[in-house]
């Protein structure tokens, strides 16, 4: 069974950074691009940031470019979002989502996805 979990998120400052992780069962990650999303109630869920593997090319949305920081740990399985510079309208439920291949894709391309960690960020 496919599992992809969220930490990290939590309540900061604007800003402040926050470090989330994605550790991933179930899912070999070398065979999957890694992306996170992000989502705020009433609006659809966004692109924020991308990794092939094995790491070495990014994808970053507009917004977070230069703030935001996308890797991966492959002996650990796990992916990474290193936020700095946080602002309110960072505030949203992020999730971490994993497609077959090399292809950064389309949200709707990614087949497995966690269950989100909330980030708020106060100003």
């Known amino acids: 069974q496919v599992q992809l979990v969220e930490s990290g998120g939590g309540l900061v400052q604007a800003g402040d950074s926050l470090r989330l992780s994605c550790a991933a069962s179930?899912?070999?990650?070398?065979?999957?691009?890694m992306g996170w999303f992000r989502q705020t109630p009433g609006k659809e869920r966004e692109f924020v940031a991308a990794v092939n593997w094995p790491g070495y090319l990014r994808d970053y949305a507009d917004s977070v470019k230069g703030r935001f920081t996308v890797s991966r740990d492959n002996a650990k399985n796990t992916v990474n979002l290193q936020m700095n510079s946080l602002k309110a309208e960072d505030t949203a439920v992020y999730y971490c989502a994993a497609r077959k291949g090399t292809i950064f894709g389309l949200i709707n391309q990614y087949e497995y996805w966690g269950q989100g960690t909330q980030v708020t960020v106060s100003s």
């Open positions: 179930g899912l070999t990650l070398s065979s999957y691009v």
